[in-house]
């Protein structure tokens, strides 16, 4: 397999081995195929502590590896290593994640609705935005502040690929202070390796939020 390496700012291809495996029928069924319908009902309504405030809630899937999360209870679809990490996001009219950014590339296609998109270099001044919509895709620069919202008047899904990374061994995501305190007055917190410190009414919370927000439904 051809893996794409950068060095001193040029792209070389290099050879990446992969174990040939012998792969069942049942293995596929089992380990290697995500069923939309079975998906829906198994979102995390609280990925993050920006989730609980009003016009960032969203229900986060992962599909493969722990894409980004500061709720560490939950497993990926897939498990298998893939080099790469994916996940969706269903949001209603008006929401979607707050303003952040990553040390790693993030990139989006909407499968469904209409996306605004706005970003800029520093966490308290937005420089920049866009519309997108179905099948139309982004990618975003680590370091590049950014935030976006379902501009739909239904609800809408977006599929998200990242670049691969390991979680809970720092901050991640990085919040814009005025988040920060927005989510705290929720009782929600993140420590230094990005795990979500979580109220002691967090499991409610996290139904009320899977209610309103319909999941499990298209």
């Known amino acids: 397999?051809?893996?794409?390496?950068?060095?001193?700012?040029?792209?070389?291809?290099?050879?990446?081995?992969?174990?040939?495996k012998v792969i069942t029928n049942e293995e596929m069924e089992n380990n290697w195929?995500?069923?939309?319908?079975?998906?829906?009902?198994?979102?995390?309504?609280?990925?993050?502590?920006?989730?609980?405030?009003?016009?960032?809630?969203r229900i986060n899937y992962t599909l493969v590896g722990d894409t980004a999360s500061e709720n560490d209870n939950f497993t990926p679809e897939i498990t298998e290593p893939h080099g790469f990490q994916i996940g969706m996001v269903k949001a209603p009219k008006g929401n979607g994640p707050?303003?952040?950014t990553h040390d790693y590339i993030e990139s989006f296609l909407p499968l469904t609705g209409k996306w605004r998109f706005y970003w800029g270099n520093s966490p308290d001044e937005i420089e920049?935005?866009?519309?997108?919509e179905q099948w139309d895709y982004i990618s975003l620069p680590p370091g590049l502040w950014r935030g976006f919202e379902n501009i739909s008047e239904e609800d809408a899904w977006l599929f998200a690929v990242l670049e691969q990374h390991e979680v809970f061994e720092g901050k991640d995501p990085y919040w814009s202070p005025k988040i920060i305190k927005?989510?705290?007055?929720?009782?929600?917190?993140?420590?230094?390796?990005?795990?979500m410190i979580k109220p002691?009414?967090?499991?409610?919370?996290e139904k009320e939020i899977a209610d309103k927000l319909k999941m499990g439904e298209k």
Do not use: W
Request: aromatic share 8%.
């Open 1 to 20: 397999m051809l893996k794409i390496k950068k060095c001193e700012g040029e792209f070389l291809m290099t050879n990446q081995s992969k174990e040939k």
């Open 33 to 57: 195929i995500v069923r939309f319908d079975e998906l829906r009902p198994k979102g995390i309504p609280l990925m993050f502590i920006d989730s609980i405030i009003p016009g960032h809630q």
């Open 98 to 100: 707050a303003y952040h």
């Open 128 to 132: 920049g935005e866009t519309i997108i």
């Open 182 to 195: 927005e989510a705290a007055k929720h009782g929600f917190h993140a420590d230094e390796l990005g795990k």
């Open 200 to 205: 002691d009414n967090f499991n409610e919370l």
